[in-house]
T-cell receptor
């Protein structure tokens, strides 16, 4: 079974704080993805990575950065959290164009 | 850019009813995925299809490539089927484009 874990299920941060969300997979997949999910908008791709130290912008990268120092770990960084970044964040891994495997999600609230 | 739409947005059904959720997309794709998201957030993949029809238990997924349309059917629905169902268009290995989801509630 593929296992994708995320560092927190729920997180509350203040405006301006630096926020780290971490995702770890145990399946040796090349590709890893960070999405945010908002009501009525569905999942939107923030960044993805197809190899260690490689990253590509998705549809909504503004205000975010990522880091992939090891194959199994993909981090999403909010340099200065803002209230409009309150959302559910989902990490996924897989070998596109095949299935993607999702983590449990992190519900982030920025106050 | 591919636009993916789903209908209905919300659906309430009585246990035992036959349910259909629709998905349409604007640009040709390599595959269409159906995902299920239960309360709490976890997403699991139900189907990946590029043509025809697939069946898994009480779930059936169909796709019409010419019409750029896919449907997910649930036969003999059960309260444990209550979830958000999401379709995702697979753009030839680039990335997924997700529909907004259909929230299904099945009442006992």
């Amino acid at each position: 079974d593929v296992k994708v874990t995320q560092s927190s299920r729920y997180l509350v941060k203040r405006t301006g704080e630096k926020v780290f969300l971490e995702c770890v997979q145990d399946m040796d997949h090349e590709n890893m993805f960070w999405y945010r999910q908002d009501p009525g908008l569905g999942l939107r791709l923030i960044y993805f990575s197809y190899d260690v130290k490689m990253k590509e912008k998705g549809d909504i990268p503004e205000g975010y950065s990522v880091s992939r120092e090891k194959k199994e770990r993909f981090s999403l960084i909010l340099e200065s959290a803002s209230t409009n970044q309150t959302s559910m964040y989902l990490c996924a891994t897989g070998d596109v164009p095949y299935e993607q495997y999702f983590g449990p999600g992190t519900r982030l609230t920025v106050t | 850019k591919n636009e993916v739409e789903q209908s209905p947005q919300n659906l309430t059904a009585q246990e035992g009813e036959f349910i259909t959720i629709n998905c349409s997309y604007s640009v040709g794709i390599s595959a269409l995925h159906w995902l299920q998201q239960h309360p709490g957030g976890g997403i699991v993949s139900l189907f990946m299809l590029s043509s025809g029809k697939k069946k898994h238990g009480r779930l059936i997924a169909t796709i019409n490539i010419q019409e750029k349309h896919s449907s997910l059917h649930i036969t003999a629905s059960h309260p444990r089927d209550s979830a958000v169902y999401i379709c995702a268009a697979d753009n030839y290995g680039q990335n997924f484009v997700f529909g907004p989801g259909t929230r299904l509630s099945v009442l006992p």
